[in-house]
Structure formats: C-alpha cells, structure tokens
C-alpha cells in the first residue's frame, strides 16, 4: 500500500504566548493529525527513565469513532503497539532523539506517517 503524510493541524507548543490563551507550564506536548480517513491525537512527554513516550489515539474522521487494531510504529525500526478498542496506543524511544515519524497502518487504508516535529529543549530536542 501507499503511504501518505498526515497534516499537523495542531502543536501545542506553537500556541505558548499567543495573545488571550492563558500560560500553562507544562513537559507535554499535544499533537493533533489528519490525514486521509483518520484524526490521530498524541500526547508526547519525556519519561523519569530517559524515553520519549509518545501516547495516543486514532478516530475515524467521519463519525469519531475509535480505529481499533492498527498497527504504529515509531521510526523505521522502532518500537510499535496496535490500538486497542478505544483507539489508543503507546510507544517510545531512547533519549535523546530528534524528530520522529509515527507510521499508522489500519486495516483497508494508506499507512499514514504523522512527522513529529523537533521541540524546544523541554523535550530535550533542538531544531
């Protein structure tokens, strides 16, 4: 099958300082994907043992519903976990890393790669 990008449509540590929003220190950093027939929603943070946790959940686009037994693998060949009935996953990686991709194969569609993109250095990360 085909492989397509998703679109960033939100990053939570791009709305920091934005007249009106009100300031939230916060590790975590919330990401929210489209692409094709899915939402992908993540929430990245970094671990007390020194792994970049990437958490998530992936929904039908159309009805919001949850897109159960798809495959996610972070980077090539990294770890991978398959979405359980409410559409969530979890996988990691060793710090420290740069950017990540997060490849999604449901069952019937495209796999979908969602780029992660490099963060400030609460995440250990630099452009």
């Known amino acids: 099958m085909m ?3 998703a679109k960033l449509l939100f990053d939570s540590d791009r709305t920091s300082g934005q007249m009106g929003l009100r300031s939230i220190v916060s590790d975590d950093r919330s990401l929210l994907f ?4 899915m939402i992908v929603d993540l929430v990245v943070y970094d671990s007390s043992d020194e792994m970049r946790v990437v958490h998530g959940q992936i929904l039908d686009r159309a009805d919001e519903t ?3 037994g798809a495959l996610v693998r972070l980077g090539e060949d990294g770890e991978s976990d398959e979405t359980d009935e409410f559409g969530q996953f979890t996988v990691s990686v060793m710090l ?3 950017q990540m991709v ?3 194969q449901a069952e019937g569609a495209d796999e979908i790669r969602c780029g992660i993109p490099a963060t400030d250095e609460s995440l250990g990360v630099t452009g």
């Open 66 to 68: 949850p897109v159960a």
């Open 34 to 37: 489209a692409a094709g027939p």
């Open 96 to 98: 420290p890393c740069k």
């Open 102 to 104: 997060l490849a999604i």
């Open 3 to 5: 492989s397509g990008n």
